[in-house]
């Protein structure tokens, strides 16, 4: 078993050196920014058939996402400019902490969070996932607090209950696991 190990992770380093370096660059985090600006992002992550909005599912899959915080200005313009691209609907509270809540087709709603995980965070967890018969949101929306600055949970709350999923701002606070303990 050892010697396999050892074959299979060679044949893995031979076969990545063999992409080449700017192949590589897709590999590091946010390694695709140092050449492409954001419209390449949806072109680089995301296929024709995950654009179109038609996949032919009858519910929409929502994720809830929570983040330590959201401060950068590279995350606040690229998060909006990828869930268009994927023609999804939510919303991002920037601050800290920071929550993304997006739905949309499975298969968009799977590439969007994909592509986000790749990013540097502190902390990033996708809280839950649910699916639903219809959207909760028309478009996708930035809010929340300024550079540096706590984010307003009651807002985020508000955000929530008048889109008729407030239910879930415990899950994605994470503040029900903090009463389980």
């Known amino acids: 078993p050892s010697t396999f190990r050892l074959q299979s992770t060679h044949a893995s380093a031979q076969a990545l050196r063999n992409l080449g370096k700017s ?3 897709a590999f590091r985090p946010w390694g695709y920014a140092k050449s492409q600006d ?3 992002i949806g072109r680089r992550y995301c296929s024709k058939n995950a654009t179109d909005g038609a996949s032919g599912d009858s519910f929409v899959r ?3 996402v ?3 915080h959201i401060y950068a200005k590279k995350k606040k313009r ?3 400019e990828l869930a268009k691209k994927l023609q999804l609907s939510g919303f991002c509270s920037t601050g800290k902490p920071g929550f993304i809540i997006v739905e949309g087709a499975e298969e968009n709603v799977k590439r969007f969070l994909g592509t986000i995980k790749r990013w540097p965070w502190q902390r990033l967890i996708v809280r839950s996932q649910e699916d639903s018969d219809e959207r909760a949101f028309d478009s996708f929306k930035m809010t929340g607090a300024g550079g540096g600055e706590k984010n307003d949970l009651r807002e ?3 955000i929530m209950e008048e889109a008729g999923i407030g ?3 415990e899950t994605v606070a994470g503040i029900s696991d903090i009463r389980q303990k």
């Open 167 to 169: 239910d879930n701002f």
């Open 62 to 64: 929502r994720a809830y």
């Open 38 to 40: 954001a419209r390449t």
């Open 66 to 68: 929570w983040s330590h």
């Open 78 to 80: 690229e998060i909006p």
């Open 23 to 25: 192949r590589l660059d």
């Open 156 to 158: 985020v709350r508000r």
